[in-house]
């Protein structure tokens, strides 16, 4: 089950927002994403997809889920396994004062980085087509400020990158860019998108709907 060419394996994961007895969101969820595996999730507004990006991203460990996760072959807590994972929430945390270049600096200090860092980032704005990297992002569009933070967050590389809507207010040219750079990234990637583009091509798709019902299996080869 937490055989080696898994990435991430999680094990009859329990998770409810309340504690007030009614049924939980999630009750016995199994979920795996293979190395280099690009998965799509999708669903209704409300169904769980942004829930389970951020318990993948061990954002939720407060709300105490139980589950079994295994990272590579060996046992994990979630929020462990934190460093590994690149997450892009479909809402941006970028400091209005700051230019993309000092967001650079902020974000290399945050993170462990490669030293290629700062040029990956430049890189990916350079193929988003944003060349205005000296302005405080307070005055960029949101399309803009999208195009720095997926770039911000995709140039870390990481073994595992969650994207949370990540087309949204982006142009043609940035969402084949998008497209491109994550069919030929090496790592992981599962991405929420209500109205993925037509180009874009996953190993999966998995309909979130199927890990609320009691006979549901994520494994759909
Ligand atoms: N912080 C929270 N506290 C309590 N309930 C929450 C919280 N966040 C989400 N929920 C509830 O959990 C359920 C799943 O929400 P979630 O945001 O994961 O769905 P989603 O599939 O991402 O929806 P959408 O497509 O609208 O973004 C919803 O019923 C929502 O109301």
Sequence with gaps: MSGQRHLLVLRDLVFSYTTD???????????????????????????GKTTLLNLLAGLLESYRPRY???WAGKPVRLQEIRPEIAYAPDEDY??????????????????TVQPTYRSDVLDLLRRFGLAEITKPVGRYS??????????????RRA??????????????????ALISFIEM?????VLVAHR??????MDRVIDIRTF????ASSTRE
Excluded: Y
């Design 21 to 47: 007895g009614s049924p939980p969101l999630f009750d016995g969820l199994n979920f795996e994403i293979a190395q280099g595996e690009k998965i799509l999730l999708v669903g209704p507004n409300g169904a």
């Design 68 to 70: 079994q996760a295994f």
């Design 94 to 111: 970028l400091f209005d004062e700051l230019t993309a270049e000092e967001h650079i600096e902020v974000f290399r200090a945050l993170w």
């Design 142 to 155: 949101r399309g803009m400020r999208r195009k720095l933070f997926l770039s911000l967050i995709l140039a």
């Design 159 to 176: 073994s595992l990158c969650l994207l949370d809507e990540p087309f949204n207010a982006l142009d043609q040219q940035s969402i084949e």
């Design 185 to 189: 990234n090496p790592g992981a990637c």
């Design 196 to 201: 993925p583009p037509e180009a874009l091509r």
């Design 212 to 215: 609320t019902r009691s006979d």
